[in-house]
Structure formats: structure tokens, C-alpha cells
């Protein structure tokens, strides 16, 4: 799709439906990148970061006559209604809530899309992961971008399991209880076990490899910062710990701590993001502690932490690149990506 016109490279344009964590990250790390814009921003109510958002130069766009007259109220310029919006632009991401049912309105607008994880696998039939399953997604129409813990899990399993193969694994998802600004979730003083076995990370990672085998349990703790996993793995060969550091360290978006070096917890890990001056203090990488994986007798076991709003925003713009044909191989789509985000 990198089509040379004159000399200059056009660029694919994206719209974002829903304006909220993830989707304003999204809008950034798009509009970071050369070979792709903003053309659009639908969001209902003219928020802070709708003003913020206005002068970064994202138009906006109505959802409806009654928020128009919302952001007319606060002086926030509109370009338009939510149906113009899906005219100007190539491709949608849709951040908003799960469940919010939007597809049949892409569909007859004729635009692709992309979901995220709260949505269910069948929505799209096709839930994406970069390193995974670019290829899958080339050309796709429709594509569900999975979860924060689902991809962090991918991102380490996924080498392991083409390199040396896995008989099983065994992960306990350790879950924070809602994201940083949100002061109406909980538990604020509880553990929260989640009774359902398996909790549905295992499947969610079987929707995009399917011969994963893999079970996971999850609890809920009063924390807002990150995820983070305790994970056990079978080996189908016998490797040392070396070895799955040497895999780990040539697979993109995986970043080790060291607890020996002082980051010995989520918190650090956060501070230590804060103290790079990454965007957002954001960590996009999946964090591994280098001194707590280890393999003994076949099994490893290592433990990682997830950043909640960030690990899954540079695979939205692999996403797009991939459907709309713009990059086919997807080690060049992510070196772009990451080049466009300062991903290390
Ligand atoms: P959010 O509540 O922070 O943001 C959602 C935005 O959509 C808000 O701006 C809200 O005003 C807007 N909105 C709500 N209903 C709408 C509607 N009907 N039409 C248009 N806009 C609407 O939510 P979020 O955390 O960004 O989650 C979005 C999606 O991303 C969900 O599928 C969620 O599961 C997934 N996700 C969230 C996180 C996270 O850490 N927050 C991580 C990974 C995936």
C-alpha cells in the first residue's frame, strides 16, 4: 500500500472510535508514524483530553447531534458526524467499551476495522498478535487486537514455543484491579480469586495459536500499576536458562529487569519508565526479570509484568499494517513501529 506518488508516500488514514485509554494512546502512536495519519477522533463527551486532543490537531467528529452541541458548548471544533468520519478514512480503530456493537455499522460504511480484547474471538474471527500471526491479518477486513495479558503472554511463550517447544504451561495471571484514574473500581482492601478455571487468558491465547497448550488461573489485587504473571513451562527439550534469556533478548518488545539492579518490583518497573521519559511513563515492552526465570529439570519459570494501557498498542499499528497491505513482512512492520514509538 505504500504507494509513491509523485514522489511523496501516501499515507493510509485512520479514524479511532472512543477516546479512553486505550484509544488516545493509539491516536499517538498512529500519528508517530510516517506511513500512516489521523483523520478522525469520535468521542461522545468534551473531556480533558477531548481539549487535549483538539490541539494536537485530531479532528473531531459527532457521534450524534447531541454531543455536537456538547462540544460546541466547550468551544472544541468539529469536522463533522460520526458518518463522515467512516467516509474520510480507510481504516477504524474502535477502543471503545466491549460490547459497544459497532460492526454493523462499519460494515455497511464498507470500512476495515480493528477491535479490542474485551471483545470475544467470534466477533472478528481473527484475533491478532504481531509476532504470532501478522500474516494472517494481510488484507483482513476485520481483526480483534487480544488483550493486554493475552499478548503478554504471546510475546514470551510464542518464541518458545516455535524454537523448542512446549508440552504445557501452567500461568497465574496476578491482575491489577482497574486502571490508574479509575478510583471506582476495586478491590481496595481484598484478594479477589477468579473462580472460573481456566480463566479465559488460556483460550484467548489458543485464539491465535491454536496447539498452545496452555491453562491459567487469575486473581484480582488491589493495585492499579500492572499485571503480572508467575508462568511454569514444560519443556519439550531440555534447555538451559541461557538459552531462553538468548531467545527472549532477539524477540522484539520484551525488556529484562534485574531485581539486582534495584527493580525488584512493579512499582520500580513504572518508575524506571517515568525515568526514561518514556511517553506517558507507558511501558509497551513486556517487563521479565532476568534473575527470576530459571529452568530446573525441564521446566522454566520465569514471571513478567505487564503494563495494562500500553503492551497492546504498537500491535494496533502492526494491525493496520497488515491489513491494509502495507508492510508483508511483519519484522519490518514492527522495526517500523517501534522505531516510530522509541521502542528500544
Ligand atoms: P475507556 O473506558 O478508558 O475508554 C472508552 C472510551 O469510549 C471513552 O472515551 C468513552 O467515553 C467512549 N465510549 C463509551 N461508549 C461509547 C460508545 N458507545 N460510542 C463511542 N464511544 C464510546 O476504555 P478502555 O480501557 O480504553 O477500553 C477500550 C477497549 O480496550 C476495551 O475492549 C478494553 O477491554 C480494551 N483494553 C483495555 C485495556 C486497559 O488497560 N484499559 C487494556 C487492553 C485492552
Not at 88 to 107: H, N, Q
Not at 272 to 294: M, P, Y
Request: glycine share 6%; with cysteine; proline share 4%.
Amino acid at each position: 500500500m505504500f504507494s509513491l506518488l509523485q514522489g511523496i508516500k501516501m499515507s493510509v488514514k485512520v479514524a479511532i472510535n472512543g477516546y479512553g485509554t486505550v484509544g488516545k494512546r493509539i491516536a499517538d502512536a498512529v500519528d508517530q508514524q510516517k506511513d500512516m495519519e489521523i483523520v478522525g477522533v469520535s468521542k461522545r463527551t468534551p473531556t480533558y483530553e477531548a481539549e487535549l486532543a483538539a490541539e494536537k490537531g485530531f479532528p473531531f467528529y459527532a457521534a450524534s447531534d447531541k454531543y455536537l452541541k456538547a462540544f460546541d458548548e466547550k468551544d472544541i471544533p468539529v469536522e463533522g458526524m460520526f458518518d463522515e468520519m467512516l467516509e474520510v478514512a480507510d481504516l477504524i480503530v474502535d477502543a471503545t467499551p466491549k460490547g459497544a456493537g459497532y460492526k454493523e455499522t462499519f460494515e455497511k460504511a464498507g470500512i476495515k476495522a480493528i477491535w479490542q480484547g474485551g471483545e470475544k474471538h467470534s466477533l472478528t474471527g481473527l484475533s491478532f498478535n504481531s509476532m504470532a500471526n501478522y500474516e494472517e491479518a494481510y488484507g483482513a477486513d476485520y481483526v480483534r487486537v487480544v488483550s493486554c495479558n493475552t499478548t503478554g503472554l504471546l510475546r514470551t511463550l510464542y518464541p518458545i514455543h516455535v524454537d523448542i517447544g512446549f508440552d504445557k504451561c501452567n500461568a497465574v495471571m496476578i491482575r491489577r484491579s482497574a486502571d490508574p484514574w479509575d478510583t471506582k473500581r476495586g478491590p481496595i482492601n481484598s484478594i479477589d480469586p477468579v473462580l472460573n478455571i481456566p480463566s479465559h487468558h488460556g483460550p484467548d491465547v489458543q485464539s491465535v495459536v491454536p496447539d498452545i497448550d496452555i491453562q491459567t488461573t487469575a486473581v484480582k489485587v488491589p493495585t492499579t500499576l500492572m499485571h503480572l504473571h508467575s508462568v511454569i513451562v514444560d519443556l519439550k527439550e531440555d534447555v538451559d536458562t541461557d538459552h531462553i534469556l538468548k531467545l527472549w533478548e532477539k524477540t522484539p518488545r520484551i525488556k529484562f529487569f534485574e531485581a539486582s539492579q534495584g527493580v525488584d518490583s512493579t512499582a520500580k518497573i513504572m518508575e524506571w519508565a517515568k525515568d526514561r521519559g518514556n511517553f506517558r511513563g507507558d511501558l509497551n515492552e513486556i517487563a521479565v526479570w532476568k534473575d527470576g526465570t530459571q529452568v530446573k529439570d525441564g521446566t522454566l519459570y520465569y514471571y513478567q509484568a505487564i503494563h495494562q494501557e500500553s503492551d497492546i498498542i504498537p500491535e494496533n499499528v502492526d494491525a493496520i499494517r497488515s491489513m491494509m497491505e502495507m508492510e508483508e513482512d511483519k519484522m519490518k512492520s514492527i522495526q517500523l513501529t517501534n522505531a516510530g514509538m522509541s521502542i528500544e
